[in-house]
């Protein structure tokens, strides 16, 4: 006896089946899965979360630090904990490079993590996993976007101060810069724009945004002006300035709204809306904050997935700051 079924039910069983073969393929290429500790440490993701909200409770800063943290580790040579290692007798590590020197943080909490989960599941959850994680559950904490993480990530025995210099975007780039070092980890300039939007969040030092607020013309007067009190032409490099100083503790999209009023922080900020191609986008995700959030998600899913080590390369580090 024949079967006949409608045109509508077709199509949706064909789209399951091409979703679910790429997720298949994802999986299967990298070896990376959500379920990945589901048998072998499965309260790994409620104890980094429960560690993540208390130290974001504490210092609501470190929210936007742990972010940055997962940033600055998959950017150099994949999301492989590398930048979390410290330096040796016969090892230089990343944390002395430009962009993270004086400034990456949240080393401890990392630490904090790690300690907990070796005393439940030993040798079985990476520092890898525990950055990413983390990254996910601090923009949570702040009232941000939640989203599927692929677990699975090991980590690396080396790490790569030159690439650390070379690879992570500059403050001081200009619009083509951004998209040209965000296009050399395969990201679009749209997705650019979204993961530039983390600086919804966290604060930057006086000595990144100095030139900025005392010679360029493209920000508000009296927004300069407020931030010269605190940063002065010489002196107080380490002085905090928000990133976001509308709510610089909340992962909405005020972020993008400071940018129409020629408010953003650090010159690679303000480059987004600027006369430049990226315009639009600024104006859209200021318009739409589920815009935003949609696409900083799935922008955030890609980063996790920059070059993970699985499978048999790499280790799972007892002390995420040195090699086993």
């Known amino acids: 006896m024949a079967h006949y079924y409608s045109s509508s039910a077709v199509l949706a069983a064909i789209r399951y089946y091409l979703l679910f073969s790429l997720f298949v393929g994802m999986v299967s290429a990298n070896l990376l899965s959500p379920l990945f500790y589901e048998r072998t440490c499965p309260n790994a993701l409620t104890t980094i979360k429960s560690a993540v909200d208390s130290a974001v409770s504490r210092e609501p800063r470190m929210g936007a630090s742990l972010l940055r943290l997962h940033f600055h580790d998959c950017f150099v040579q994949g999301c492989d904990a590398s930048v979390l290692l410290d330096d040796t007798a016969n090892f230089i590590g990343e944390k002395t490079a430009f962009p993270n020197i004086n400034s990456l943080r949240g080393f401890d909490v990392i630490d904090t993590i790690k300690s907990q989960l070796e005393n439940m599941c030993p040798g079985v959850v990476s520092c890898a996993d525990i950055v990413t994680v983390a990254a996910r559950d601090s923009v949570v904490a702040l009232g941000g976007p939640s989203w599927l993480l692929l677990l699975g990530r090991r980590d690396s025995t080396t790490a ?165």
């Open 160 to 324: 790569n101060l030159s690439a650390a210099n070379s690879d992570l975007p500059s403050p001081a780039l200009n619009l083509s810069g951004l998209i040209s070092a965000f296009s050399n980890k395969g990201f679009t300039a749209q997705e650019m724009v979204a993961l530039s939007g983390s600086h919804t969040i966290g604060q930057a030092r006086c000595e990144i945004f100095r030139d900025r607020i005392y010679n360029e013309t493209n920000i508000d007067s009296s927004y300069a002006t407020s931030l010269k009190s605190n940063c002065p032409s010489t002196g107080g490099d380490d002085n905090l300035g928000p990133l976001d100083v509308t709510s610089p503790t909340s992962f909405d999209n005020s972020y993008f709204k400071n940018l129409l009023r020629k408010k953003g922080l650090l010159h690679s900020d303000q480059q987004l809306f600027n006369g430049g191609s990226t315009d639009f986008q600024v104006v859209a995700y200021s318009t739409v904050l589920g815009s935003f959030q949609k696409d900083f998600a799935n922008a955030m899913v890609k980063m996790g997935n920059l070059s993970p080590l699985t499978g048999s390369s790499g280790q799972i580090r007892k002390n995420c700051r040195k090699v086993n």
